[in-house]
Structures are given as structure tokens and as C-alpha cells.
């Protein structure tokens, strides 16, 4: 999903295999499906930009159409479902970095229990509310993977200049992913704009993002890569921030 490393995320989703991308697609399902109830219950993505803009990401990843639908259904009430409903996790991961883990789940308790576990056995440990949440802010963040785009599109400068004009507040480079920030209301003109200018887009979504970033050891960063594995394999978790600099 976005996350520690949102750009990593996104190139890992695209190479994962079937067993994974079961799990990814399953977890697409649910947040489509909390989406439709978030948005009284409209199915109907022309109505419901939340449940658009994830539509649009499962797309890209190749979801299957009768999922999408039947996660729909699930929300709509059409379908039986779990009752779902969405988790927030602060915490403080190997080398001190913070970390907000988000999910959703049809069983707090029993997930609050694993991200325990996950926590501890990977030294990191549960944080109180609002210890670690004034570190990040809310960001529209647009992920376009420069080895997809026109050769035009592929120089960083270009790039820049049109995101800017398109009314990005700031951009980052990480390897081949190029990031775009923006305001969060200003997210679907800013994706609408690019897509005009024939860009072609990975993901858009809200997500939380450090308001500082801190350095660790290689070696911490090694048991923050492993922690990070071991919540994302989990069924619930949907998504792992943290102000790890990559």
C-alpha cells in the first residue's frame, strides 16, 4: 500500500506473486469496502471520490474485476460481510524511528495482539496516543515511476516544472520513483492535471508523511526493513509509515 517506503511499495506489489498478490488484493477489498460505507453506502465511484481513487490503484494492480465488485457488494450491504473497521497504531520501531501503522480489521483486539507481538519481537514497542502522531501531517501523494513515461517525461527537471504548474507543493526522487506532494484537498486536481499532460500515474492517495526524516545504522535499518516485512505480511495491517530516511 503507501507507507514506510511508498515508492518501494508500489515496484513490490508490481513484482509480487500470486500468493502475495492474494493477500494485496484481499486487502484492496477491504479498504474499497469501508470506502462505500464511508460514503453512505454509494457504490458508485462518479460519487465517491474515496472509493474512486482505490478503484483506480486496485486497477493498476490488476485486481480482478468480480473482486472489486464484490467488495463493493460487501459495503453496499448487497453482500454479507465482516464487520470491519479501521485501526490506528502508534509506535517506536529499531533505532528509536516512529512509526503510525494503519489497518482495517474485523477484530481490534486481535490485531492490537499481533501488532504487539510484531512490535516486540523486532524491537520496536507500542507508543500512547499522540506520542507519535504530531511527527507526520496529511499529504496527497502522487507516485509516477519514471522507467513507465516518454523519454520527454523521464528528465526530472521536466517533471518538476509541470508538477509545480499542475500546483504540486514539493517533489522527491527516490531511485526511479519520482513523488509528488500537494495538499490534500488539491490531490485529484493535481492527478487530473498530470494524467492531461499524458503522465502516466502508479498511485494517488492521502497519506502520512514524517515531518522530519532521521538516519540510522545500517544495522537498525536492516531490523526496520525486517519489522516493516513482518506488518505488512499481516492481513490487517494496511498501511506502515514511519520517518525512516531511505
Given at each position: 500500500?503507501?507507507?514506510?517506503?511508498?515508492?518501494?511499495?508500489?515496484?513490490?506489489?508490481?513484482?509480487?506473486?500470486?500468493?502475495?498478490?492474494?493477500?494485496?488484493?484481499s486487502k484492496y477489498?477491504?479498504?474499497?469496502?469501508?470506502?462505500?460505507?464511508?460514503?453512505?453506502?454509494?457504490?458508485?465511484?462518479?460519487?465517491?471520490?474515496?472509493?474512486?481513487?482505490?478503484?483506480?490503484?486496485?486497477?493498476?494492480?490488476?485486481?480482478?474485476?468480480?473482486?472489486?465488485?464484490?467488495?463493493?457488494?460487501?459495503?453496499?450491504?448487497?453482500?454479507?460481510?465482516?464487520?470491519?473497521?479501521?485501526?490506528?497504531?502508534?509506535?517506536?520501531?529499531?533505532?528509536?524511528?516512529?512509526?503510525?501503522i494503519t489497518g482495517?480489521?474485523?477484530?481490534?483486539?486481535?490485531?492490537?495482539?499481533?501488532?504487539?507481538?510484531?512490535?516486540?519481537?523486532?524491537?520496536?514497542?507500542?507508543?500512547?496516543e499522540g506520542a507519535?502522531?504530531?511527527?507526520?501531517?496529511?499529504?496527497?501523494?502522487?507516485?509516477?515511476?519514471?522507467?513507465?513515461?516518454?523519454?520527454?517525461?523521464?528528465?526530472?527537471?521536466?517533471?518538476?516544472?509541470?508538477?509545480?504548474?499542475?500546483?504540486?507543493?514539493?517533489?522527491?526522487?527516490?531511485?526511479?520513483?519520482?513523488?509528488?506532494?500537494?495538499?490534500?484537498?488539491?490531490?485529484?486536481?493535481?492527478?487530473?492535471?498530470?494524467?492531461?499532460?499524458?503522465?502516466?500515474?502508479?498511485?494517488?492517495?492521502?497519506?502520512?508523511?514524517?515531518?522530519?526524516?532521521?538516519?540510522?545504522?545500517?544495522?537498525?535499518?536492516?531490523?526496520?526493513?525486517?519489522?516493516?516485512?513482518?506488518?505488512?505480511?499481516?492481513?490487517?495491517?494496511?498501511?506502515?509509515?514511519?520517518?525512516?530516511?531511505?
Open positions: 500500500m503507501s507507507g514506510h517506503s511508498h515508492a518501494k511499495t508500489v515496484m513490490g506489489t508490481k513484482m509480487a506473486n500470486a500468493a502475495k498478490k492474494g493477500k494485496i488484493f477489498g477491504h479498504l474499497i469496502t469501508i470506502a462505500v460505507k464511508d460514503g453512505g453506502g454509494s457504490g458508485d465511484p462518479t460519487k465517491n471520490s474515496k472509493l474512486k481513487a482505490i478503484m483506480d490503484q486496485a486497477k493498476k494492480m490488476d485486481m480482478p474485476k468480480e473482486n472489486i465488485e464484490r467488495a463493493i457488494k460487501k459495503g453496499t450491504g448487497e453482500l454479507a460481510g465482516e464487520n470491519l473497521e479501521e485501526v490506528s497504531f502508534e509506535a517506536f520501531g529499531p533505532g528509536g524511528i516512529a512509526m503510525i482495517i480489521t474485523d477484530n481490534k483486539n486481535r490485531t492490537l495482539g499481533e501488532i504487539k507481538i510484531a512490535l516486540n519481537m523486532n524491537n520496536g514497542k507500542l507508543a500512547g507519535v502522531r504530531w511527527m507526520f501531517e496529511n499529504k496527497g501523494t502522487i507516485i509516477i515511476d519514471l522507467s513507465s513515461q516518454t523519454e520527454e517525461l523521464k528528465n526530472k527537471e521536466n517533471l518538476e516544472m509541470i508538477a509545480i504548474e499542475a500546483g504540486a507543493d514539493d517533489v522527491k526522487l527516490e531511485n526511479d520513483i519520482f513523488i509528488i506532494y500537494t495538499k490534500p484537498e488539491d490531490l485529484e486536481l493535481v492527478k487530473k492535471s498530470l494524467e492531461e499532460k499524458n503522465i502516466k500515474i502508479d498511485s494517488a492517495s492521502v497519506s502520512l508523511v514524517a515531518k522530519e526524516e532521521v538516519n540510522v545504522s545500517d544495522k537498525e535499518k536492516e531490523h526496520c526493513q525486517k519489522l516493516f516485512d513482518v506488518l505488512d505480511d499481516n492481513d490487517a495491517v494496511q498501511d506502515v509509515y514511519s520517518n525512516l530516511k531511505n
